[in-house]
């Protein structure tokens, strides 16, 4: 079992930045791929970022966040992060970390076996 918990979401105006963070439980994290996802209200959860097992030095970004956000992870703290700069009133959404034990995460949310209770982030024009 892995248990998630996602800090650093709060409410920032519109081109600021906030950085959230993932820590998991249990001693294998480094054996898992993790992704970030975000629900806005009415929609459905969209995958964000995600980045591979490991070291982490595959990583990949949906197309409304790239060149905006980096995914990075510390396995020695057990925990994975995103970088959220250039922040945009669309950017609004619950941000929930998720992990899958394989090499590479995925965009699909179904592929995942783990969830965080998510963080709000607001961001405010």
């Known amino acids: 079992q892995v248990q998630l918990v996602e800090s650093g979401g709060g409410l920032v105006q519109a081109g600021g930045s906030l950085r959230l963070s993932c820590v998991a439980s249990?001693?294998?994290?480094?054996?898992?791929?993790m992704g970030w996802f975000r629900q806005a209200p009415g929609k459905e959860r969209e995958f964000v970022a995600g980045i591979s097992w490991g070291a982490g030095t595959r990583t990949y970004y949906a197309d409304s966040v790239k060149g905006r956000f980096a995914v990075s992870r510390d396995n020695a703290k057990n925990a994975v992060y995103l970088q959220m700069n250039r922040l945009k009133p669309e950017d609004t959404a619950v941000y929930s970390c998720?992990?899958?034990?394989?090499?590479?995460?995925?965009?699909?949310?179904?592929?995942?076996?783990?969830w965080g209770q998510g963080t709000q982030v607001t961001v405010s024009s």
């Open positions: 998720a992990a899958v034990n394989r090499v590479l995460p995925g965009t699909d949310r179904t592929n995942y076996d783990y």
């Open positions: 249990g001693r294998t994290f480094s054996t898992y791929a």
